[in-house]
């Protein structure tokens, strides 16, 4: 029940490729932002990057078709944008301010969007999964045909609700697809030091639920693991889960120092597995785009991340008011 994916070449074509470039190239320059607005002091409270670990949601999100849901954990900027959430919005709702997502109140752990079909953005460790569940129950209940994919990382992997999960969703056979995150270090300490079982794609064997594991580095493997695993799940034969092999090259947080791995290991991965580098280098190999290129797509991203930082700036802190909205609803 549990498989280890084939490193294969993938067909591709311009113009997917081309997408698959701008939408992870967008995520890793907002999150650059990000890291300096919270340098600058204008972001506060807890920040975590999604720099290293793009291929994993954008691979993803081009598997998914419309009305699929996407839920994950407080790392979660990546994901609102490969959702197609407005970038401002989601650094206005970092740096606090009425023009974010959750109006200023949510911060960068708690943005949703039910237009987008994103149901957040969880600072519980784990959380997030049995609420993936319950979207999948709900797509089977309305008998809507769509597919809830729920993220978490490898620190995650080991939460007790998380297995609970796994056995509902087994036993109702919903469609859900588990997306473990698996970038090696949790919130400091590696999967070695951690995790009986290491190969987490094997995390579903007791429930009968089909696992694979696979190259989370790279967006065409990603896909391709998605496109199967959704269609598993939309078939009516129950949840799946992907391991995805990733690696985040800033610290759990942006006060984590990590210093529980060394520079040159951080560096070899950047240097060698990249995730945009490689579709970069495709892209070229391929004659489908050049140096000059590629660096217009970056100056065009640079420019719609520098909007969303001005915008989010400029935008003002909620009301006082605001502290006694979204707190009671009266039905």
């Known amino acids: 029940m549990a498989s280890k994916t084939k490193p294969k070449s993938v067909k591709t074509n311009k113009k997917e490729l081309t997408a698959y470039y ?3 190239l967008l995520i890793r320059r907002f999150e650059e932002k990000a890291g300096q607005l919270y340098g600058m002091g204008q972001i506060a409270g807890f920040c975590h990057l999604y720099i290293g670990q793009e291929a994993v949601v954008v691979g993803m999100r081009h598997a998914m078709k419309d009305g699929d849901q996407m839920i994950t954990s407080y790392r979660d900027h990546g994901h609102m944008l490969a959702c197609d959430m407005d970038p401002k919005g989601v650094m206005a709702e970092l ?31 784990g959380a997030q999964v049995p609420i993936g569940a319950g979207l999948g129950f709900a797509n089977k209940y309305l008998e809507n045909g769509a597919v809830s994919l729920a993220f978490f990382g490898d620190g995650a992997a080991n939460q007790g609700q998380v297995y609970e999960t ?15 995150e698996n970038n090696q270090y949790a919130m400091g300490t590696s999967v070695e030091r951690s995790s009986a079982e290491t190969e987490l794609y094997k995390r579903g064997i007791s429930f009968g639920i089909e696992g694979v594991q696979v190259d989370g580095m790279d967006v065409l493997a990603v896909r391709e693991a998605g496109k199967k695993a ?7 034969k129950g949840p799946m889960i992907l391991e995805m092999k990733t690696y985040r090259y800033r610290g759990h947080s942006m006060s984590d120092p990590a210093k529980y791995r060394t520079r040159d290991e951080v560096k070899e991965v950047r240097s060698e597995s990249d995730p945009i580098d490689a579709v970069k280098a495709r892209l070229i190999k391929e004659g489908w ?8 797509i970056d100056k065009d991203i640079k420019a719609i991340v520098s909007e969303a930082a001005d915008f989010s700036l400029e935008s003002p802190e909620p009301d006082p008011s605001e502290l006694y909205t979204d707190v009671l609803l009266e039905a």
């Open 230 to 236: 959704i269609a598993h799940a939309r078939s009516g």
């Open 22 to 24: 701008k939408d992870m």
């Open 95 to 125: 740096t606090g301010r009425i023009g974010g997502y959750s109006r200023g109140k949510g911060g960068s752990m708690h943005m949703f969007s039910v237009e987008k079909n994103f149901y957040g953005g969880h600072g519980i460790v």
């Open 289 to 296: 785009a050049d140096n000059d290129s590629l660096k217009a």
């Open 166 to 180: 796994f056995n509902m969703a087994e036993l109702w056979d919903l469609p859900v697809v588990f997306i473990i």
